[in-house]
């Protein structure tokens, strides 16, 4: 038998085994996971995607406009790891809801986290539904102020929204019966959506991340006023570099080191040259998805 195969495998056929054996060898290599966290801005567009991961244990912030978000992820993530541990939510609008209906359509998530405010948009509709679709169902955690996730090295609190404030902001909702608990997803509320928006401190013992998601000048005093911020190695700029992505104040207190902005083309302007001026001012280094595509640190 052994002969018989021999006798039909010409040198070049069997280089050309022996290359896709090595090159299959070295894909599987290369596509285990990194055993240091890596963190990861997706360029996504006009949107936020931010990747967290480290071996086998991932959380995904948000999905930007568009099915993209698959695309990093399959850039970044085992080809054979099919569930996300956690997904965030920072706010309901479409350019960072979109991309994680695709998501759930692809992966199995464990715990889906999300401030309870919703609208009325179909891409909303549809996302609550793939939730609910799943099975198991993800635990779904509506985080506030003062929550900690811990990961060994790796301590993730949340800045915002602080309850009391959030229960007051709800429509027809007191804070007495206002029922913010888990499993709460879509209350309405006349306020810009992007006021309820979740954020993030990433910390590490020699390294510190501030996401802010669009949680842009109209709430950064309430967060000021509510944390003790330290300062941080690196931002993500609120809102895509908007003109009122960021207050003065707020920067000069955190002192960022670095600035990413997800950022894509959009008739907004973003990133505006008010906020360009303004990092540039305290000599943050800028760093844009529409100009370098994935941002990746490893930490």
Request: proline share 5%.
């Amino acid at each position: 038998m052994f002969d018989l195969l021999k006798s039909k495998l010409t040198p070049k056929l069997l280089l050309g085994a022996l290359l896709s054996l090595a090159l299959l060898v070295w894909a599987t290599v290369f596509s285990f996971p990194h055993q240091r966290w890596q963190l990861v801005f997706c360029n996504v567009d006009q949107g936020d995607a931010i990747l967290l991961s480290r071996g086998s244990e991932q959380m995904l912030i948000d999905g930007g406009p568009n099915e993209n978000v698959l695309a990093c992820l399959g850039r970044h993530l085992p080809f054979y790891d099919r569930t996300i541990e956690m997904v965030a939510l920072t706010h309901p609008e479409a350019d960072h809801l979109t991309g994680l209906i695709a998501v759930l359509e692809k992966y199995q998530v464990e715990y889906f986290l999300s401030s309870p405010v919703g609208n009325q948009s179909d891409a909303f509709s549809t996302l609550l539904e793939k939730i609910k679709k799943q099975s198991p169902m993800p635990k779904v955690i509506n985080p506030y102020e003062g929550d900690k996730i811990k990961f060994d090295n790796l301590e993730i609190v949340v800045l915002w929204p602080e309850k009391h404030w959030l229960a007051n902001q709800l429509t027809n909702c007191e804070l007495s019966n206002c029922p913010l608990k888990e499993r709460i997803l879509g209350m309405s509320t006349e306020r810009k959506l992007n006021d309820f928006s979740l954020v993030f401190l990433l910390r590490w013992p020699k390294f510190t991340v501030l996401l802010m998601g669009d949680a842009d000048s109209r709430v950064q005093e309430e967060i000021m006023v509510d944390n003790n911020l330290p300062k941080v190695n690196l931002l993500k700029f609120p809102h895509h570099g908007s003109k009122t992505g960021l207050r003065e104040d707020f920067l000069a207190l955190i002192k960022p080191k670095e600035a990413v902005i997800s950022v894509g083309r959009n008739s907004y302007g973003h990133p505006t040259a008010e906020a360009l001026e303004l990092l540039d001012k305290y000599k943050v280094e800028i760093r844009r998805t529409d100009l370098e595509g994935d941002i990746e640190y490893i930490y």
